[in-house]
């Protein structure tokens, strides 16, 4: 069965930091690109970054970069999300999700054929 399962959430304060995981089973994760997504109540969903599969080249959001890093452990199977200087308009569900073929239009949710159940990130004092 494959499967993306996310893990890091939790509550900080404005100006915290938090490190999302993205672990898979059932599939090399290192053969996929992978995207990180987040979803605040009422909003759509939105691309948030996105790292290639063999060269780990990184895309980002504008209202993310120089904040957020995406990396990714080849050994463990798994992609991070580093983010940092955490601001309330942050907090959201992140979703983690995979597609085999590299795609510049990363942000686009139908692109990707697996995803995570999320993580509940939560910014405030």
């Known amino acids: 069965q494959l499967q993306l399962v996310e893990s890091g959430g939790g509550l900080v304060q404005p100006g915290g930091s938090l490190r999302l995981s993205c672990a898979a089973s059932g599939f090399n994760l290192n053969w996929y690109n992978l995207a990180w997504f987040r979803q605040a109540p009422g909003k759509e969903r939105e691309g948030v970054s996105y790292?290639?599969?063999?060269?780990?080249?990184?895309n980002y959001a504008d209202s993310v970069k120089g904040r957020f890093t995406i990396s990714r452990d080849k050994a463990k199977n798994t992609v991070y999300l580093q983010m940092n200087s955490l601001k309330p308009e942050d907090a959201g569900v992140y979703y983690c999700?995979?597609?085999?073929?590299?795609?510049?239009?990363?942000?686009?949710?139908?692109?990707?054929?697996?995803w995570g159940q999320g993580t509940q990130v939560t910014v405030s004092s």
């Open positions: 999700a995979a597609r085999r073929d590299y795609t510049v239009d990363w942000s686009n949710i139908s692109k990707y054929t697996y």
């Open positions: 790292i290639t599969d063999i060269t780990s080249r990184t």
